[in-house]
């Protein structure tokens, strides 16, 4: 593969589709600022527009493999940013659809401390969604299962998982994203088939 600096876009377009690691590096580095600079019309707070960072990411690759980009039509840069434009738009739009909930005065009924045990049925719920994350991980490569098991297990920070992995920060955030994106089509995946089957 050619240097990271060097590649160009259709070459580029071409690894990231095999998602090669080289060149999710060579995308992060080359494109970050135009990806930010896109998601920074709609969004000022930091960690909101990381976030949304992460999931434009994820959103383009997954474009990249649908093929939908043909370079006839303009550059890669272009497009990128229009595909961003457009998936923070729908994201916002959906975040600005969620309700709302109302606040009701209910006088002196409030007891002074909030009650902070589960109740029997969310006991239950936790042990059966802990059953089947448990599945889901079973399915997932070593890599991600370890990066999910650091990220949400252990609790280390990305910048731990980052050093721990002698990766970029971004790589680090992109490869823990793309785990929990797999463990997410693969519990959907069981949900589906579950009831399908009954």
């Known amino acids: 593969?050619?240097?990271?600096?060097?590649?160009?876009?259709?070459?580029?377009?071409?690894?990231?589709?095999?998602?090669?690691?080289?060149?999710?590096?060579?995308?992060?580095?080359?494109?970050?600022?135009?990806?930010?600079?896109?998601?920074?019309?709609?969004?000022?707070?930091?960690?909101?527009?990381?976030?949304?960072?992460?999931?434009?990411?994820?959103?383009?690759?997954?474009?990249?493999?649908?093929?939908?980009?043909?370079?006839?039509?303009?550059?890669?840069?272009?497009?990128?940013?229009?595909?961003?434009?457009?998936?923070?738009?729908?994201?916002?739009?959906?975040?600005?659809?969620?309700?709302?909930?109302?606040?009701?005065?209910?006088?002196?009924?409030?007891?002074?401390?909030?009650d902070g045990s589960p109740t029997p049925g969310e006991a239950a719920s936790t042990d059966e969604i802990g059953q089947l994350v448990r599945r889901g991980l079973a399915h997932l490569d070593g890599e991600e299962r370890s990066l999910l098991v650091l990220r949400f297990v252990d609790g280390r920070t990305m910048e731990d998982i980052a050093a721990a992995l002698g990766i970029s920060l971004e790589q680090a955030k992109y490869r823990v994203k793309r785990a929990s994106a797999a463990l997410r089509r693969v519990l959907v995946h069981d949900y589906s088939f579950e009831d399908a089957a009954l």
Not at 63 to 76: E, H, I, M, T
Request: glycine share 6%; with cysteine; hydrophobic share 35%.
């Open 1 to 114: 593969m050619e240097p990271a600096g060097d590649i160009d876009e259709l070459a580029l377009v071409r690894e990231l589709r095999s998602r090669h690691n080289t060149a999710v590096a060579t995308f992060l580095q080359r494109y970050r600022p135009l990806l930010l600079h896109c998601i920074g019309n709609f969004e000022q707070d930091h960690s909101t527009r990381d976030d949304l960072f992460q999931d434009v990411v994820l959103y383009i690759f997954d474009r990249l493999d649908a093929n939908a980009y043909d370079p006839s039509k303009g550059s890669l840069g272009t497009w990128l940013y229009r595909v961003a434009w457009c998936r923070v738009v729908d994201l916002k739009r959906r975040d600005g659809g969620r309700r709302t909930p109302r606040l009701t005065m209910v006088g002196d009924q409030l007891p002074e401390r909030v």
